[in-house]
């Protein structure tokens, strides 16, 4: 089992960036993937970006060349990175775990509002 911790959420102005970070309670090394999602309102949840445990990344059409995953193993962390933020990106981010033979595992998200 792992519980995962999201924290860098906030307010921000269209145009401006974000770091969210997802710390794990265990290390992630042998993770199959984790990954970001988000849930805007009304909305439903929706993949942003993987990261395998070999270091392949797969992005969401809608944030390809603006945000950027990365994991840290040795911190237990994994990265989002979020550049030239949209009000579209205005969403809860949640952080995701896959380890094969077990239920996704997920954290309680941060908050992102990208408004002037």
């Known amino acids: 089992q792992v519980q995962l911790v999201e924290t860098g959420g906030g307010l921000v102005q269209p145009g401006g960036s974000l770091r969210l970070s997802c710390v794990a309670s265990?290390?992630?090394?042998?993770?199959?993937?984790m990954g970001w999602y988000r849930q805007a309102s009304g909305k439903q949840r929706e993949l942003v970006a993987l990261?395998?445990?070999?270091?392949?990344?797969d992005y969401a059409s809608s944030v390809k060349g603006r945000f950027t995953i990365s994991r840290d193993n040795a911190k237990n962390t994994v990265y989002l990175e979020m550049n030239s933020l949209k009000p579209d990106d205005t969403a809860v981010y949640y952080c995701?775990?896959?380890?094969?033979?077990?239920?996704?595992?997920w954290g309680q998200g941060t908050q992102v509002i990208v408004s002037s």
């Open positions: 995701n775990a896959l380890i094969e033979g077990f239920p996704p595992y």
């Open positions: 265990r290390s992630i090394f042998s993770i199959n993937a």
């Open positions: 990261i395998s445990s070999g270091g392949s990344t």
